[in-house]
């Protein structure tokens, strides 16, 4: 399990396949001087069930990993992600589609 940390105040645990995944597409986004709004459920942590955050190349993002390697990347994945972010809704982490 990695991290994302938002603005140092707001850190989610995800594994790092998904990690990764997301790291990508942010990145990709950012690189454009593009903003989004992010959208994940936790329901561990707090009660808090649903977390949103606006992504923006003015706030700090980072992206921890508990492993070393980096995990191989689904290209089918990468694109359901980057539609996902693209839409009126943002991003939001879907299922890993098959390669």
Known sequence: MG????DSKLTVALDDRVLAHLQAVVWSKLRR???????WTDPTRN????T??????N???AFEYFGSRLPKLNPAWLDALSKSANSPGGLTIVPEPEE
């Open 33 to 39: 001087g593009e903003q989004f709004s992010f959208t």
């Open 59 to 61: 706030i700090p993002v």
């Open 3 to 6: 991290t994302l940390t938002y």
């Open 47 to 50: 009660g808090m069930g649903r």
């Open 52 to 57: 949103s955050v606006w992504l923006s190349p």
